[in-house]
């Protein structure tokens, strides 16, 4: 039988991650439905947003330049060491349209996706909706 403290060890490493990097996985979906994917790139951001007052802190990011199907899968991975068990994080989602190579911003998430510490999972299923451009 193993020592208690070789058990705790244990799942305290399970729980943690277990090494130096690890990683927040999901799905990212739309709202609506563009009429076309061409030239649309997504960015999946982690960020601690323990802080009210002041911006979120930026841990990590994906860009995925194809879009052909949805749900979008993806997996930001960080690094174990940037990550506080005392803080909260977050994931957002941004979704952009290049037109001769500028990003044009046509989608984006609006709720709050707790991650990672607090009891929250490392999995999360975003939902993207269309920006309003002003008219003119």
């Given at each position: 039988m193993k020592p208690l403290w070789l058990l705790l060890l244990s799942l305290a490493t399970v729980s943690c991650g277990g090494g130096n990097t690890d990683g927040v996985t999901g799905t990212v979906d739309f709202a609506y439905i563009p009429a076309s994917f061409a030239g649309l790139e997504l960015e999946v951001t982690l960020a601690d947003t323990s802080l009210a007052d002041a911006p979120a802190t930026l841990i990590a990011t994906q860009r995925i330049t194809r879009i052909s199907a949805l749900p979008v899968r993806f997996s930001v991975r960080y690094s174990?060491?940037?990550?506080?068990?005392?803080h909260r994080?977050?994931?957002?989602?941004?979704?952009f349209r290049m037109v001769n190579g500028e990003e044009n911003l046509v989608y984006l998430s609006v709720a709050n996706i707790p991650v990672i510490t607090q009891g929250w999972p490392n999995e999360a299923?975003?939902?993207?909706?269309?920006v309003a451009r002003p008219a003119g």
């Open positions: 174990s060491d940037k990550i506080k068990a005392t994080y977050s994931v957002s989602a941004r979704v299923n975003i939902v993207v909706e269309g």
